[in-house]
């Protein structure tokens, strides 16, 4: 008797630590570097030939700091080009520094009901207790299984399964890494098959290209802060600002003047630079506070980091969205509140 057949998967890879060895001389102490392509990383978990065929092309070897939004384009292309061609669903591999980003930027250009999943892993092919060859696995799994679909791009490492509007690094070298603060993680794998908290929501693509996009300043408020640094932002060619402001969405009395200036020259968002919670709307109302910074034109990011807010302004603003509409995607994107006057 013939069995179902298993479904097809696009693997993609771009290198990171997944794909980083050492050089194996105990003489030589150098780091690990990546050199293992996608064919080997497949090979060398034999269960994935269990769970799905997989096809496997690399698209680039580079640890993830060097990747940059072109990269990222012939990602989205590549895994477009795989689903058009019947894959069922599509694994990109990279390297954890930067996965919270490219997570979320492929995510604001999937359109597709097929899932996208990213994974990597935090210790390396030749470190004892490598995670890559499981974070794959899940991966694949995740990948494979009807109850992703139409749950946009996903991340997946330490058999959890994060949305890439929420997934953010938390730390420099755990397995366990990766976190959804405020949210949680979508799901979990178990015993090899993806289990969903919730019922599938995609949000609709805002653009179908990734690069080029315009050139975004993110700038993250400090104590004491003299404002030098918004002052010079709206010389330097910047489209847009992300200004990730001190707890609900503040900057002090002293650059306050900088950023209303900073304004009135471009779309600037304002962020928390605390890492978990939303941007306020109504609660202080001292200079600087959010009601000054909303008074000034920002537009609140919510729940939405300044990487992830900065990402979003990039792409509305390479579709020459319209100020109305920079405000209501990042209400529908990165949720919170708004003052009365703009509801």
Not at 99 to 108: P, Q
Not at 192 to 211: I, Y
Not at 221 to 229: M, Q, W
Not at 252 to 271: C, I, N
Request: charged share 20%.
């Amino acid at each position: 008797m013939t069995g179902t057949p298993l479904p097809s998967i696009a693997y993609l890879a771009l290198g990171g630590t997944i794909a980083s060895v050492t050089s194996g001389d105990a003489a030589n102490r150098s780091g690990a570097v990546p050199r293992l392509d996608a064919q080997h990383l497949v090979s060398a978990v034999p269960e994935i030939a269990e769970v799905a065929r997989v096809d496997a092309r690399q698209l680039a070897l580079v640890p993830s700091p060097s990747l940059g939004f072109h990269d990222v384009q012939v990602a989205l292309q590549a895994a477009h080009a795989a689903v058009r061609d019947g894959a069922s669903g599509v694994v990109l591999s990279q390297g954890t520094d930067t996965i919270e980003e490219t997570a979320y930027l492929l995510d604001l250009a999937w359109d597709r009901p097929e899932p996208l999943v990213l994974t990597g892993a935090m210790r390396h092919a030749s470190a004892p207790g490598a995670d890559g060859p499981a974070n794959l696995l899940a991966a694949v799994c995740v990948a494979a299984h009807p109850s992703a679909r139409e749950r946009g791009v996903l991340v997946v490492l330490d058999d959890q399964v994060h949305a890439a509007s929420t997934v953010r690094k938390t730390h420099t070298f755990s397995t366990g890494a990766f976190a959804s603060p405020g949210a949680g993680p979508l799901g979990w794998v178990a015993e090899g098959v993806p289990v969903f908290r919730s019922p599938a929501h995609q949000m609709p693509a805002v653009t179908e290209r990734v690069a080029p996009l315009p050139p975004m300043a993110l700038h993250r408020v400090s104590l004491d802060d003299d404002g030098r640094v918004l002052d010079a932002l709206g010389d330097l060619g910047y489209r847009g600002a992300v200004v990730e402001g001190f707890g609900g969405g503040h900057v002090a009395e002293r650059t306050l003047d900088a950023v209303r200036a900073l304004a009135r020259k471009m779309p600037v968002v304002m962020a928390s630079r605390t890492g978990a919670g939303t941007t306020l709307a109504t609660t202080y109302g001292f200079p600087g506070s959010e009601i000054d910074l909303l008074d000034a034109g920002l537009v609140p990011a919510g729940q939405l980091d300044g990487l992830k807010a900065r990402l979003l302004l990039a792409v509305l603003l390479s579709v020459d969205a319209p100020r109305d509409r920079v405000h209501a995607e990042f209400l529908a994107r990165g949720g919170g509140s708004v003052p009365p006057q703009r509801r």
